[in-house]
C-alpha cells in the first residue's frame, strides 16, 4: 500500500459533515476537487475523500467552493478501473498559501541511510 505524506490545495466539492467511529470518536468527512494539469493542456479533475478527528467547530466549517489546504497522508486505492484518493488529515487551512490547485509532498518511505524520500 502507497501512503504519501501531502498538502493538498484545493475546493471543497462535498460539504463537511461529522459522524462517529465504532468506538465513539468524531470525525469530520468532506471531499474535494483538485485540478491537475496535463502537459496535453486538457486538465484532469480528480476527488480527494478527506477525513480528520474532530468535531466541525474544532476542525472549521469546510463550506462547498472554498478554497482550503489539507496537510495529511494520503492513500491511492484502486477499485477495478477506478482510482480513488482517501486523505488522513493532520490539518486544515482555510487560508491557503498556494493560489492554484496542487499535491505536494514526499512518500515518507525510509531509504538506506534513513532518510525519507
Known amino acids: 500500500m502507497i501512503k504519501c505524506n501531502v498538502t493538498v490545495c484545493g475546493t471543497v466539492s462535498?460539504?463537511?459533515?461529522?459522524?462517529?467511529?465504532?468506538?465513539?470518536k468524531a470525525f469530520v468527512s468532506f471531499a474535494m476537487n483538485v485540478v491537475i494539469p496535463a502537459k496535453s493542456g486538457i486538465n484532469k479533475t480528480i476527488e480527494v475523500s478527506v477525513i480528520k478527528d474532530g468535531t466541525l467547530t474544532e476542525v472549521g466549517s469546510c463550506n462547498i467552493g472554498e478554497r482550503i489546504e489539507v496537510a495529511g497522508v494520503l492513500v491511492p486505492r484502486k477499485w477495478g478501473d477506478v482510482l480513488y484518493f482517501n486523505l488522513s488529515a493532520s490539518s486544515i487551512s482555510h487560508q491557503p498559501d498556494e493560489a492554484e490547485d496542487c499535491i505536494k509532498g514526499r512518500d515518507g518511505v525510509p531509504r538506506q541511510g534513513g532518510q525519507e524520500h
Open 14 to 24: 462535498k460539504a463537511a459533515t461529522c459522524r462517529t467511529n465504532k468506538e465513539g
